[in-house]
């Protein structure tokens, strides 16, 4: 059954060399019972070894980090089918429904994120306005998936480093400074963490001159979601 078959490559892909255990898969022709459209071509390769090595890197890192490694290893297995391919693979194993929704939207999200590298300013808090929020299994593919060393590293440092900033502001304290509470709010915070990403603000009153700004400029020009 689908679930079994899942309980057994989960396991080798969780393991110390997860594209060791899809090569000898292949060389024992278990994996198209996996899926039958599953090839180990060099591109594919060259993906799960990337895949890999982020893996690994993530797993150093942040070791008491929950992680789901097999999954990150899915996304990479599969994303040379078709839609159509990945559609019935979707629907035929048990995944649980977050990762379900991440292989309906993994090949969209990625494209719009690696359009948006390739054609805007290459800044870090550029990036965190980008991936914030997104899945945490979804960055680290689009980190594998990247070849451009600056956009590898922006990613990364995303990773390991920017997706925790934090301010030292909060809505209350705009509506502290005599600020009327509106949706502008919001974006002008995650602007105000964007420029702290980019070095531009440090202190809590450089937070509080900048947001302030912020949310005078996207009420004026009737900016905020």
């Not at 390739?118 to 070849?147: F, M, N």
């Not at 603000?201 to 979601?225: L, Q, Y």
Request: proline fraction near 7%; glycine fraction near 4%; charged fraction near 25%.
């Amino acid at each position: 059954s689908p679930k079994r078959v899942l309980s057994e490559i989960r396991p080798l892909l969780d393991g110390a060399d997860p594209v060791e255990s899809l090569r000898m898969l292949e060389r024992q022709r278990l994996l198209q019972v996996f899926w039958p459209a599953l090839k180990l071509t060099p591109k594919v390769l060259e993906r799960l070894n990337r895949v890999h090595k982020v893996a690994d890197h993530f797993e150093v890192t942040f070791p008491d980090e929950p992680f789901d490694k097999p999954s990150l290893f899915i996304l990479a297995l599969t994303e040379r089918l078709t839609h159509e391919q990945l559609s019935a693979f979707r629907a035929t194993y048990p995944f649980p429904k977050p990762f379900k929704e991440l292989l309906d939207r993994v090949r969209s999200l990625t494209w719009r994120a690696r359009q948006r590298l390739a054609l805007h300013d290459k800044t870090a808090g550029a990036v965190y306005r980008s991936l914030l929020g997104e899945p945490i299994l979804w960055v680290l593919y689009l980190q594998a998936c990247l070849e451009n060393p600056k956009e590898q590293a922006l990613v990364r440092d995303f990773v390991v480093r920017h997706r925790f900033v934090r301010l030292a502001i909060t809505g209350a304290d705009l509506k502290t400074a005599g600020l009327i509470p509106s949706p502008a709010f919001a974006d002008a915070l995650l602007a105000t963490r964007a420029a702290k990403v980019n070095g531009l603000v440090a202190s809590r009153e450089e937070e509080m001159a900048f947001v302030v700004k912020a949310v005078n400029a996207f009420t004026a020009r009737g900016e905020a979601r």
